[in-house]
């Protein structure tokens, strides 16, 4: 599985930035595929994942309600590709943002945390 994120940069408070997250490689039927972050003086957190069985989502309370996950391509093996808009922007959101991928099942979908597959982080800056 092969990962490459794009579309960091330096945002405004309340402002937007999107992330896309370009997934190839996937020879299994389903897969999670989340968004991490890493803060300077703190640790990574998954901070939203949708499963590829149904487009099934979740996030974290920091971001639920001003981030958006969504999935573009068609399901199954190949490809796809993995957005996330992120809206009303804090300076707490700055951080180096990775997408992670791991094979799933219809019945765990995101639930599982622990990642095999990474891809080169990506800055996101968030001026105050």
């Known amino acids: 599985v092969q990962l490459q994120a794009s579309g960091g940069g330096l945002g405004q408070t309340g402002g937007s930035l999107r992330l896309s997250c370009a997934a190839s490689g996937l020879t299994l039927d389903y897969y999670a595929i989340a968004w991490f972050r890493h803060a300077p003086g703190k640790e990574r957190e998954r901070i939203s994942c949708?499963?590829?069985?149904?487009?099934?989502?979740?996030?974290?309370?920091d971001v639920k309600g001003r981030f958006t996950i969504s999935r573009a391509g068609a399901k199954g093996r190949g490809k796809t590709t993995v957005l996330l808009q992120m809206n009303n922007l804090r300076p707490e959101d700055t951080a180096v943002y990775y997408c992670a991928a791991r094979p799933t099942s219809s019945h765990y979908g995101c639930a599982p945390t622990q990642y095999e597959f990474w891809g080169l982080g990506t800055q996101v800056t968030v001026s105050s």
């Open positions: 949708i499963s590829t069985t149904d487009d099934s989502s979740l996030y974290a309370d």
